[in-house]
């Protein structure tokens, strides 16, 4: 409603001053009111709470009433003699102290709507006693006659002290409102997050206008064209209000700060380059000569780049300290990944600690599975965290998860990972090799697995089946041989013949279901040890834990001590061998001892050999230590999870 009625407003005082003045003073303050009260309707709707909203809507429409209605009404009533032209002119004569009073309360309450502090509570009213006093002695001073189309003013009063009034209210009401504005700036170093980010779009717009206003007050009655300065100065602070108090995450404001100032600076510094060179040349060659332009173009576009940098670069110091800071420590960083100090999947952790951000996690993007891993390779589901896309020529690289939407500057992260791009796509290439890895690795743990559930599967029916029956045939062979009686000539002959040919496929069979673990493996690495002590040629010590472990971790176990026993009779001549097994940090460490003759080599033998294979499988170490004359040590660790 209070928008509504500001345009109705304007409209009405468009059409009264249209002619009367120069257009471009009509239009201008025209959208300046408008956007003065558009940015407090919008503020108002969606922080209520706020009282920069209102205030933005109140002198809003009391400036489009009093300074540009009543303004058109009296430029209007002084071309066509309408009644209360003198009235409206005085009325509008005084209207500019009631804007700024506006400003003032504006000032003290950005952003959050309160005082920065106890303190600051006496600066309202000291301007606005400011306020009636200067009023008092600018609306009714006899000097005021240049305000008026009659040439003086009809409300002068001639008894009254105006000029102790203003000499007594104007300081009151400028010094309330340059203490509004030292309140930002307090705000501002005392403040930090969310409200530091704020301020900077209103100081920077209050910035612009407080170098703008004095001049344009300075020039008000030496040249009108002045004013337009001043409504474009006024419609910049209600619009960076409403983007710092609205939508300021959205925009880099520091970027925008440190890229006007260093462009202004490198402007000006080319400028007075080429102003020196051109003088310089053109005194050697000729002020009309063609060739001292050219010379001095070529010189400004060469020193461009090197002097937009450095120049960029002091100016981030100063006015965008956190992207400087932020990018050298990327800059540092990559010059240790480069000189091998440090590992690119470091990156992670360098970005959470620019960005103070623990819970930060970046994610890369692998293109041939399509799909988002860490930076360990393994793949990452969607989650609730917020996330910001990082792209390099329109294809995405990686993705940054964190928790806070205000956490950071999005255009900083992504200014900064960019800056880190040879670490991302370093990390993200070891990445993608050890997924690869791990798909190896697990379908290589599949094959061992499969092969031992098939070998426990021959053993079960080889003991259950085809030996069991070879057994029977045997006994009843005796039985047989036993009923023929001392009569058995050549039939107990070719009975024997048959036993001991059932003995050989028994054998056989025995031979054949080698290597496959026993079934007291069932019953824990204890029994299945201590059988395997039992049924070896030689004196064997065992130390096993009573706990269980993973059935893959147990007959890897198993057969690194058949291995090393089989070594230690077969080449070591060893005469006694010690298995030892403990589990320690998560890891289960299986050690055979022999005191044979040593050197034992698994580039000479197969079973060592598969013996690594199968451990590596299991993400596990094998070790063989063994010197000649000092016998043989093998051990492994395997990760057993307990």
């Known amino acids: 409603m209070l928008f509504g009625a500001t345009v109705v407003v304007e409209i009405a005082a468009v059409v009264l001053s249209w002619r009367l003045e120069p257009e471009y003073d009509t239009l201008v303050y025209a959208v300046a009111g408008l956007t003065t009260v558009g940015a407090g309707a919008v503020i108002a709707q969606h922080r209520p709470e706020n009282p920069i909203g209102w205030l933005f809507c109140g002198f809003g ?23 209360g032209g003198p009235l409206a002119e005085w009325i509008t004569s005084s209207s500019w102290l009631i804007s700024g009073y ?6 003290l309450l950005f952003p959050t709507g309160r005082l920065p502090g106890p303190r600051w509570r006496p600066v309202p009213w000291v301007g606005a006693l400011g306020l009636m006093l200067g009023t008092a002695g600018w609306s009714l001073s006899p000097g005021r006659g240049r305000d008026f189309s009659s040439g003086r003013n009809p409300w002068a009063v001639e008894s009254l002290p105006t000029g102790l009034l203003l000499a007594v209210g104007m300081p009151l009401f400028l010094g309330a409102l340059i203490a509004a504005v030292l309140s930002l700036a307090v705000r501002f170093r005392n403040t930090s997050g969310l409200e530091r980010q704020q301020l900077k779009w209103f100081v920077l717009a209050a910035s612009v206008a407080g170098v703008v206003l004095p001049i344009t007050f300075a020039l008000w009655y030496v040249t009108p064209a002045v004013g337009v300065l001043a409504a474009l ?40 380059a080429y102003g020196v060179l051109i003088i310089c040349l053109g005194t050697l060659l000729g002020r009309s000569s063609g060739w001292a332009t050219a010379a001095a173009t070529v010189v400004c576009a060469i020193l461009f780049h090197p002097l937009r940098r450095r120049i960029q670069d002091a100016v981030d110091r100063r006015f965008n300290r956190s992207r400087y800071d932020a990018l050298r420590r990327m800059t540092l960083f990559l010059d240790e990944v480069r000189g091998g100090r440090r590992a690119p999947e470091d990156v992670q952790p360098v970005l959470r600690e620019i960005f103070a951000d623990p819970d930060l996690e970046l994610l890369v993007f692998l ?25 390099r020529g329109g294809d995405p690289i990686g993705v940054v998860l964190h928790d806070s939407p205000a956490a950071f500057s999005p255009e900083l992260l992504r200014r900064v990972v960019e800056e880190g791009g040879l670490a991302v796509e370093i990390a993200r290439l070891r990445a993608e090799v050890r997924l690869q890895l791990s798909e190896v690795e697990a379908s290589r743990a599949r094959i061992v697995a499969a092969g031992n559930a098939e070998r426990r599967r021959i053993e079960r029916d080889l003991h259950d089946g085809a030996q069991q029956r070879l057994v029977s045939i ?51 690495l204890g029994p299945a040890f201590h059988d395997l002590a039992r049924r070896a040629p030689l004196p064997v010590s065992v130390q096993v834990p009573g706990e269980r472990f993973d059935p893959g971790v147990e007959t890897a176990a198993y057969f690194i001590c058949c291995e090393g026993i089989t070594n230690a009779v077969k080449h070591a001549n060893a005469s006694q061998v010690a298995l030892a097994v403990r589990c320690q940090q998560q890891r289960l460490l299986v050690t055979v001892i022999d005191d044979g ?16 294979d199968r451990i590596a499988v299991l993400g596990g170490t094998f070790h063989i230590h063994s010197r000649p004359g000092n016998g043989t040590t093998l051990t492994a660790e395997l990760p057993c999870g307990s």
């Open 61 to 83: 429409l009391y400036n489009a009433t009093a300074a540009d209605l009543l303004q058109g009404w009296g430029l209007r009533a002084a071309a066509e003699a309408w009644p």
């Open 102 to 107: 506006g400003w003032t309360l504006t000032f």
């Open 367 to 391: 293109p041939e599975s399509q799909r988002y891993v860490d930076l360990a390779g393994h793949p990452r589901d969607e989650d609730d965290r917020h996330r910001i896309v990082i792209e």
């Open 233 to 272: 100065a006024l419609s910049a602070l209600p619009l960076a209000a409403g983007a710092a108090i609205l939508r300021y995450r959205l925009y880099d404001i520091d970027l925008f700060i440190s890229r006007t100032v260093a462009y202004a600076t490198l402007s000006v510094a080319l400028a007075a």
């Open 474 to 524: 045997g006994l009843a062979l005796r039985h047989a041989q036993h009923q023929l009686g001392p009569a058995r000539d050549a039939v107990g002959a070719t009975l024997d013949r048959a036993v001991a040919e059932v003995g050989v496929a028994i054998g056989e069979l025995r031979e054949l279901a080698h290597g496959l673990p026993p079934a007291l493996l069932d019953a824990g």
């Open 597 to 612: 003759i040593g050197g034992a080599d698994a580039r000479r033998g197969t079973g060592l050999t598969g013996l690594a």
